[in-house]
């Protein structure tokens, strides 16, 4: 139905930037909110930044002025620019795309990516 592949993980040192991208396929009509999420090693996931279809933007506490999302509508992607990253930014990073209208189906949907390792060394 709808698959999200997220590219751009990687190895980084404290104080670099890596940028996260991830693009939704399938039968697509409309994405109300992509964002990402994160799940450090022994963590539970929570969030990093959303963004709505409008541009509307919330961040997490912890990368406010470090990281920046944007969407692109026509091609189904969101991005994560993340820059001054530090050790505990490591973990895995998963795109979601939530209240997802597919064609065939009459409610929205929610889906997320397989996640990609983010891991910042000291």
């Known amino acids: 139905q709808v698959e999200l592949v997220e590219f751009g993980g990687g190895l980084v040192q404290a104080g670099g930037s890596l940028r996260l991208s991830c693009a939704a396929s399938?039968?697509?009509?409309?994405?109300?909110?992509m964002g990402w999420y994160r799940q450090g090693p022994g963590k539970q996931r929570e969030l990093v930044a959303v963004?709505?279809?409008?541009?509307?933007?919330n961040y997490a506490d912890f990368v406010k002025g470090r990281f920046t999302i944007s969407r692109d509508n026509s091609k189904n992607t969101v991005y994560l620019q993340m820059n001054s990253l530090n050790p505990e930014d490591t973990g895995v990073y998963y795109c979601?795309?939530?209240?997802?209208?597919?064609?065939?189906?009459?409610?929205?949907?929610?889906?997320w990516g397989q996640g990609t390792q983010v891991t910042v060394s000291s």
């Open positions: 979601n795309a939530n209240q997802v209208l597919v064609a065939g189906f009459p409610s929205r949907r929610d889906f």
């Open positions: 963004i709505t279809k409008g541009g509307n933007t």
């Open positions: 399938g039968r697509i009509l409309s994405i109300n909110v």
